[in-house]
């Protein structure tokens, strides 16, 4: 099992930018694909961005192509999400998770481990 820690949310204005990070303890970390994920108020979960094991393979929600940026540095255990030119729209509570092997994957149902999750609020 991998714990996850995330931090970095805040708030921010909108077209600001923030940069999570979240820092994993436990056994093989840089063995597993990670991911992002946000929860608005009143929706369901949704998939932000996934990197593969190595780093070498992402993926994007189509709300933040090109906004926002996975990357994981192994020797640290750690993942982070660098996000642009927030929208009040991406005001979420902002969760990592690890996922069940080590190739890239959007749902919540191929991910075991689940931060506690940090806000992010972007005003207008």
């Known amino acids: 099992q991998v714990q996850l820690v995330e931090s970095g949310g805040g708030l921010v204005q909108a077209g600001g930018s923030l940069r999570l990070s979240c820092a994993a303890s436990?056994?093989?970390?840089?063995?597993?694909?990670m991911g992002w994920f946000r929860q608005a108020p009143g929706k369901e979960r949704e998939f932000v961005a996934a990197i593969s094991w190595s780093g070498g393979d992402t993926t994007y929600a189509d709300s933040v192509k090109g906004r926002f940026t996975i990357s994981r540095h192994n020797g640290k255990d750690t993942v982070y999400l660098q996000m642009n030119d927030l929208k009040p729209e991406d005001t979420a509570v902002y969760y990592c998770?690890?996922?069940?092997?080590?190739?890239?994957?959007?749902?919540?149902?191929?991910?075991?481990?689940w931060g506690q999750g940090t806000q992010v609020t972007v005003s207008s």
């Open positions: 436990g056994r093989f970390f840089s063995s597993y694909a």
């Open positions: 998770a690890r996922a069940k092997d080590s190739g890239v994957v959007i749902t919540t149902a191929r991910y075991d481990d």
